[in-house]
């Protein structure tokens, strides 16, 4: 029965993808190198060991939301499910690669944006989690199939740039921020009664008037 193990050689973000996504190049090797493999059908759930490195005073600053204070970070500081990805690695022998594709996303609704944004410079340390089906030659050339173990993992540094540069490039010199309706009806209204051009104008006419209550 195979017995898969699973690395991580580097990361990339996608060119020309639909959305922002960075592909994880894995290299997959089976211990026995003789043995034929079918297909692999492989999940992965990735987590962000956000413990496992060290944080400046400003991106301890940036992580208030997230973590709280840091003298509380003993107790809050836990690693943060980041993702599921999967793929279908095709037939091989010994060892192969495939790419893992992650979507990812501007919404500062979701943690993980909040953390890689407030991060400075750097890795993120990653945990990938693997499981699924194998689907491989028998001793006779019968298809056998077999599940992944579920203590099967790996360990990966994702340099922090590799996420900066690419959602620079798909969101230059702009975030995305959702709001509830009811709030984007008030700032609408407050944008047309001032006769703001852009939404950039009303926002910076907003923050011109401090002690006001824009949002009322």
């Given at each position: 029965m195979p017995d898969l193990s699973f690395s991580v050689e580097s990361a990339a973000a996608v060119p020309f993808a639909a959305a922002p996504t960075i592909a994880l190049k894995l290299r997959i090797t089976n211990a026995d190198p003789a043995e034929a493999i079918h297909t692999v059908v492989l999940r992965s759930q990735i987590q962000l060991e956000?413990?496992?490195?060290?944080?400046?005073?400003a991106e301890q600053a940036h992580m208030l939301e997230l973590f709280g204070d840091p003298d509380r970070w003993s107790q809050t500081l836990r690693s943060m499910l980041w993702t599921h990805a999967s793929v279908v690695v095709p037939s091989f022998t010994g060892s192969t690669h495939a790419d893992l594709l992650i979507p990812c996303t501007f919404d500062f609704n979701v943690a993980a944006t909040k953390y890689f944004h407030g991060l400075d410079a750097g890795e993120v340390p990653l945990l990938l989690m693997f499981s699924g089906t194998v689907f491989y030659a028998g001793p006779d050339g019968e298809l056998l199939v077999a599940p992944i173990s579920w203590d099967k993992e790996t360990k990966?540094?994702?340099?922090l740039e590799v996420w900066k540069d690419m959602m620079n490039a798909y969101y230059p010199n702009s975030v995305l921020l959702s709001l509830p309706r009811d709030v984007f009806e008030r700032l609408h209204q407050y944008k047309m009664t001032h006769a703001a051009g852009t939404w950039e104008q009303a926002f910076e006419m907003m923050l011109a008037e401090p002690g006001q209550t824009v949002l009322q």
């Open positions: 956000v413990a496992r490195r060290r944080y400046t005073a990966f540094r994702l340099a």
